[in-house]
């Protein structure tokens, strides 16, 4: 059993950054494959970043270039840097544990309860 606490969102400018942090509780974090995802109201969960275990990397297309995910092993914390905000990224962010690299979110066993991103413009 793995659980999952997300923090470091807010409310920040268009153009400003955030670390969101997700940690992890539970045995065998270094082996799972841990993801971001987000949802705005209305909107379904879409993908954002993943990171395999063994440092494997996955990006949407919408993100790519302004967000990098990063994991500390030892601190059993996975990291999402979101830098040059957009009022379109403002959505609550969850992080998810799970035992492949994947875009789907159904591939993913654990959830945190989410963090709250709002970009104003």
């Known amino acids: 059993q793995v659980q999952l606490v997300e923090s470091g969102g807010g409310l920040v400018q268009a153009g400003g950054s955030l670390r969101l942090s997700c940690a992890a509780s539970?045995?065998?974090?270094?082996?799972?494959?841990m993801g971001w995802f987000r949802q705005s109201p209305g909107k379904e969960r879409d993908f954002v970043a993943a990171?395999?275990?063994?440092?494997?990397?996955y990006y949407a297309d919408s993100v790519a270039g302004r967000f990098t995910i990063s994991r500390d092993n030892a601190k059993n914390t996975v990291y999402l840097y979101v830098n040059s905000l957009k009022p379109e990224d403002t959505a609550v962010y969850y992080c998810?544990?799970?035992?492949?690299?994947?875009?789907?979110?159904?591939?993913?066993?654990?959830w945190g309860q989410g963090t709250q991103v709002t970009v104003s413009s």
């Open positions: 998810a544990g799970g035992r492949m690299l994947s875009r789907r979110s159904h591939d993913y066993d654990y």
């Open positions: 539970g045995r065998a974090f270094s082996s799972y494959a």
């Open positions: 990171s395999s275990s063994g440092g494997s990397k």
